[in-house]
């Protein structure tokens, strides 16, 4: 069962593109997470919300609660944009869930 | 600098041979968790521990043991590895469970021959 989607699996895009990675999930939630693992290996944090919409420079998550989906844009994508970028969700346990990542390729 | 270390950052092993990854915070966290990653299934959690002498089975607690014996310290252990433990392994830790940020180490890449 796949409680925790997200789409597309792997997107290629042109740098300066508008980038839009998808989360849709099943369960009720406490709050979700995006975080991004860059190449290299290591994850990073990059947002928790739940509700409305959060800002960090490039970057904007939205959330619809009664949706149950959530989205990661990414304004003026650059080359080292390129990671992967996950999504996971706190269920009613205060469990996370997470999502299978979506690839993401910036190219020059 | 707040953080969370492991070490090793990469191991090669041999089946059978005991073996145990560190892992450590200093933001006084009193949540920690094991992951595995692996080509194409994300994320899977091993264990995780809710604050000292607190542990408890995630997804995939077979072949896997732990302890928590201080806050900070939260090791990993394979008794008697195998071939599929074979991944990339990440230790996290949060001030609380899923509703707060959630910092990484680096990632241990276990190969087990």
Request: charged share 15%.
């Given at each position: 069962?796949?409680?925790?989607?997200?789409?597309?699996?792997?997107?290629?895009?042109?740098?300066?593109?508008?980038?839009?990675?998808?989360?849709?999930?099943?369960?009720?939630?406490?709050?979700?997470?995006?975080?991004?693992?860059?190449?290299?290996?290591?994850?990073?944090?990059?947002?928790?919300?739940?509700?409305?919409?959060?800002?960090?420079?490039?970057?904007?998550?939205?959330?619809?609660?009664?949706?149950?989906?959530?989205?990661?844009?990414?304004?003026?994508?650059?080359?080292?944009?390129?990671?992967?970028?996950?999504?996971?969700?706190?269920?009613?346990?205060?469990?996370?869930?997470?999502?299978?990542?979506?690839?993401?390729?910036?190219?020059? | 600098?707040?953080?969370?270390?492991?070490?090793?950052?990469?191991?090669?092993?041999?089946?059978?041979?005991?073996?145990?990854?560190?892992?450590?915070?200093?933001?006084?966290?009193?949540?920690?968790?094991?992951y595995r990653q692996?080509?194409?299934?994300?994320?899977r959690?091993i264990?995780?521990?809710?604050?000292?002498?607190?542990?408890?089975?995630?997804?995939?607690?077979?072949?896997?043991?732990?302890?928590?014996?201080?806050?900070?310290?939260?090791?990993?252990?394979?008794?008697?590895?195998?071939?599929?433990?074979?991944s990339?392994y990440?230790?996290?830790?949060?001030?609380?469970?899923?509703?707060?940020?959630?910092?990484?180490?680096?990632?241990?890449?276990?190969?087990?021959?």
């Amino acid at each position: 069962k796949n409680e925790v989607e997200q789409s597309p699996q792997n997107l290629t895009a042109q740098e300066g593109e508008f980038i839009t990675i998808n989360c849709s999930y099943s369960v009720g939630i406490s709050a979700l997470h995006w975080l991004q693992q860059h190449p290299g290996g290591g994850i990073v944090s990059l947002f928790m919300l739940s509700s409305g919409k959060k800002k960090h420079g490039r970057l904007i998550a939205t959330i619809n609660i009664q949706e149950k989906h959530s989205s990661l844009h990414i304004t003026a994508s650059h080359p080292r944009d390129s990671a992967v970028y996950i999504c996971a969700v706190g269920d009613s346990n205060y469990q996370l869930i997470w999502g299978a990542g979506t690839k993401l390729i910036i190219k020059p | 600098e707040a953080q969370v270390t492991q070490n090793p950052r990469y191991l090669i092993t041999v089946t059978g041979k005991k073996l145990t990854v560190t892992c450590s915070q200093n933001m006084n966290h009193e949540y920690m968790s094991w992951y595995r990653q692996d080509p194409g299934l994300g994320l899977r959690q091993i264990y995780y521990s809710m604050n000292v002498e607190v542990t408890d089975k995630g997804d995939v607690p077979e072949g896997y043991k732990v302890s928590r014996k201080e806050k900070r310290n939260f090791p990993l252990i394979l008794e008697s590895p195998s071939p599929n433990q074979t991944s990339l392994y990440f230790c996290a830790s949060s001030s609380g469970l899923a509703v707060r940020t959630q910092y990484f180490g680096p990632g241990t890449r276990l190969l087990v021959l």
